[in-house]
């Protein structure tokens, strides 16, 4: 369904940018009001608080506890390719039915093997703290399916990113002569919660990635929820506390597909950070999450850099961001877009939000006129 609100395109008059463009905008006041595109749908609260540390265990109230991602008011259909994928027949399975035989080591292994992976820690939901992050193998696929069946956590402890896929690292291994568009590997994470995820440090494609990083092949997260991750709090273009993406096979979209992104906080993006990739996020929820860097990108004279796109930031030239039966709320920005930041350097990317709500995103520095929380600069937005 079309936004009942005609959100107008963006003059390119406005004043600069300080974005990869390169120019300084007009500051503009910070949106407290809310902005509505299309019907607004109150979510049931989401997951927040951080996991609790330790090995894999049981929760301590299993039977109370029910597994709900994402905004079960939204109403945005999902294409076939979004769906999530069948792993009634895995290919390995993490544990042997028990919290104790699900150890950080065994998704680890589990995750360099690649296929359908699902787990078998027993019936209450469990947490496994990660000691070492989970990398995927570019020559094991082509598809690497992790699905946690609603009651797994995995978690970095605050310690670490969680989990990484990248096919123009060499240490993974190169399996085209162009690692930058390829179709493999192909990562799904599904019914699985990741929390505590923490890149700070980390600088291979300049960082972010708190959770989750990746390069190359395809990415979609289906019913999944990301609480208190973390990446640098300064840098003027890296992000994604949760999310960070780089390189999509022939720019098709990563798919967010009813999942949850909570308490997130990085320079940029807290909750998902990319540079020329496009996004369909469906039926999904972004609630307080933070930008907290400061200087913008470039960066001011004097700071760090940082500070835009309270739960989303996304940057690059040509690329398209589409929004549905999703709720945004109460994130923030110290400096552009408490809720979006979009800035597409050549002009040609557009932003498409439908029967979404946006509310209570305050951009502390800059944002677009007439679209509180959203700062945008392209060919068209809608």
Request: glycine share 16%; hydrophobic share 35%; charged share 15%.
């Amino acid at each position: 369904m079309k936004s009942a609100v005609t959100l107008l395109v963006l003059a390119l008059a406005t004043a600069p940018l300080p974005a990869c463009g390169g120019d300084d905008p007009a500051p503009a006041p910070a949106a407290d009001a809310g902005s509505s595109a299309g019907p607004a749908a109150d979510p049931s609260p989401a997951a927040s608080g951080r996991a609790g540390l330790g090995s894999a265990r049981p929760s301590p109230t299993p039977a109370t506890v029910a597994f709900r991602a994402g905004n079960p008011a939204g109403r945005a259909s999902v294409p076939a390719e979004a769906r999530p994928v069948d792993t009634s027949r895995p290919t390995r399975t993490v544990g042997s039915g028990t919290p104790a035989s699900c150890t950080s080591e065994a998704v680890v292994k589990a995750v360099a093997a690649g296929g359908v992976i699902t787990f078998d820690c027993g019936p209450a939901p469990v947490t496994i703290t990660m000691k070492a992050t989970a990398k995927v193998v570019n020559s094991h696929g082509p598809r690497i399916v992790l699905d946690g069946g609603g009651t797994v956590t995995l978690s970095g402890g605050g310690k670490r990113r969680i989990l990484y896929m990248n096919t123009c690292d060499q240490a993974q291994g190169f399996t085209t002569s162009h690692c930058q568009n390829q179709d493999h590997p192909q990562l799904t994470v599904q019914n699985l919660t990741f929390a505590d995820g923490d890149s700070t440090g980390e600088r291979t494609e300049g960082g972010g990635g708190g959770a989750i990083f990746v390069r190359g092949g395809r990415f979609k997260v289906v019913n999944s929820r990301f609480v208190g991750n973390r990446c640098d709090r300064t840098g003027p273009d890296l992000g994604g506390a949760a999310l960070r993406v780089l390189s999509q096979f022939e720019n098709k979209p990563v798919y967010v597909v009813s999942s949850t992104f909570t308490g997130g906080v990085c320079a940029n993006g807290g909750a998902l950070s990319s540079i020329g990739v496009s996004w369909t996020v469906l039926n999904s929820v972004f609630r307080d999450n933070r930008a907290v860097g400061t200087g913008a990108n470039p960066a001011r004279g004097g700071t760090p850099g940082g500070g835009s796109g309270g739960a989303i930031y996304c940057d690059g030239n040509e690329f398209a961001v589409r929004i549905a039966g999703t709720v945004i709320e109460d994130n923030s920005a110290n400096e552009g877009g408490g809720a979006i930041f979009f800035v597409s350097n050549n002009r040609t990317g557009s932003l498409q939000i439908d029967s979404s709500t946006l509310r209570r995103n305050p951009s502390r520095g800059f944002e677009t006129r007439g679209h509180p929380g959203i700062f945008f600069l392209g060919a068209q937005i809608s």
